[in-house]
Nanobody, 124 residues
Framework: QVQLMESGGGLVQAGGSLRLSCAASGSIFRINAMAWYRQAPGKQRELVAGITSGGSTSYADSVKGRFTIARFNAENTTYLQMSSLEPEDTAVYYC??????????????????WGQGTQVTVSS
């Protein structure tokens, strides 16, 4: 089993910054992709940013130029640096990771895990 521990959420004024962290622990051989999602009240969960095992990144259009995703493989951790925050960024943020718990063989797929979520509130 793999556990994800998220931290870094909170209340911030518009224009401010926050950094979210998601640390994975447990039965981990290698983490494949890592990603951040968010879900605002009354809305569907949406992908915010993702990063592959090779370090390639992708972002939702709404956060490009303001958010940066990174990963620190030695500590099985992903970060989401959020700057120039807007009230529309208010949501619960979740990390999602894809994990190999043993050396992968060609037919093996990584198992996905979700964090418990951390609240980000941006006041105007």
């Amino acid at each position: 089993q793999v556990q994800l521990m998220e931290s870094g959420g909170g209340l911030v004024q518009a224009g401010g910054s926050l950094r979210l962290s998601c640390a994975a622990s447990g039965s981990i051989f290698r983490i494949n992709a890592m990603a951040w999602y968010r879900q605002a009240p009354g809305k569907q969960r949406e992908l915010v940013a993702g990063i592959t095992s090779g370090g390639s990144t992708s972002y939702a259009d709404s956060v490009k130029g303001r958010f940066t995703i990174a990963r620190f493989n030695a500590e099985n951790t992903t970060y989401l640096q959020m700057s120039s925050l807007e009230p529309e960024d208010t949501a619960v943020y979740y990390c999602r990771v894809w994990v190999y718990s043993q050396p992968p063989v060609p037919t093996m797929r990584p198992v996905e895990y979700w964090g418990q979520g951390t609240q980000v509130t941006v006041s105007s």
